[in-house]
């Protein structure tokens, strides 16, 4: 089966500590995405990469970030520096040409701060 | 800046009637559109899009839409309305200059009632 796992799907996270979500795609994208959804907010863009090794900020990157060592994997790490970090996070990924090709999304992680 | 608008937060239909979620857009040059479904805790599914052509999109599980340039929209119906299309639906849309990211609306939540 091709698809984009997330893990965990619920993560709990206390004050000041740093957590990372997990998203691996094996429908060999080129292209991944990290969004967070809010109630009533629709999808926010947070960090973007088009291929290994590059990335980009999207609108709400401040308190993210991410690595992209290979094309399968973009984990999300989401730091102390966010500060209000609760919400359900959408990872996704697209092949080339980025543009005009439907996105694929993960099942997603609801991140909860205690 | 670009922008997708869905006016209704809203919308109840009776099951077998049929149903329209509406979406208007604003893009420079001429707009990649898109319509996602998300049911509870499960990330989205691509349901159609609009690139070029007909202005009749045919997607799955029987929606459609119609792309209407004059007036920047691109609502999403079906004839019959089903019990299980009772979900949160998202139109988004991109220009094809491909130069900013995809753009999410805020989300429409569709009931149907038995």
């Known amino acids: 089966d091709g698809g984009i796992t997330q893990s965990p799907k619920y993560l709990f996270r206390k004050e000041g500590q740093n957590v990372t979500l997990s998203c691996e795609q094996n429908l060999n994208h080129d292209a991944m995405y990290w969004y967070r959804q809010d109630p009533g907010q629709g999808l926010r863009l947070i960090y973007y990469s088009q291929i290994v090794n590059d990335f980009q900020k999207g609108d709400i990157a401040e308190g993210y970030s991410v690595s992209r060592e290979k094309k399968e994997s973009f984990p999300l790490t989401v730091t102390s520096a966010q500060k209000n970090p609760t919400a359900f996070y959408l990872c996704a990924s697209t092949r080339a040409p980025r543009y005009h090709n439907e996105q694929f999304f993960g099942p997603g992680t609801r991140l909860t701060v205690l | ?114």
Not at chain 2, 18 to 37: D, R
Not at chain 2, 40 to 45: D, F, H, T, V
Not at chain 2, 68 to 77: D, I, R, V
Not at chain 2, 103 to 108: D, K, L, P
């Open chain 2, 1 to 114: 800046a670009q922008s997708v608008a869905q006016p209704e937060d809203q919308v109840n239909v009776a099951e077998g009637n049929p149903l329209t979620v509406k979406c208007t857009y604003s893009v420079s040059g001429n707009p990649y559109l898109f319509w996602y479904v998300q049911y509870p805790n499960r990330g989205l599914q691509f349901l159609l899009k609009y690139i070029t052509g007909d202005n009749l999109v045919k997607g799955s599980y029987g929606f459609e839409a119609e792309f209407n340039k004059s007036q920047t929209s691109f609502h999403l119906k079906k004839p019959s309305a089903l019990v299980s299309d009772s979900a949160l639906y998202f139109c988004a849309g991109e220009s094809n200059f491909g130069n900013e990211k995809l753009t999410f609306g805020t989300g429409t939540r569709l009931t149907i009632i038995p």
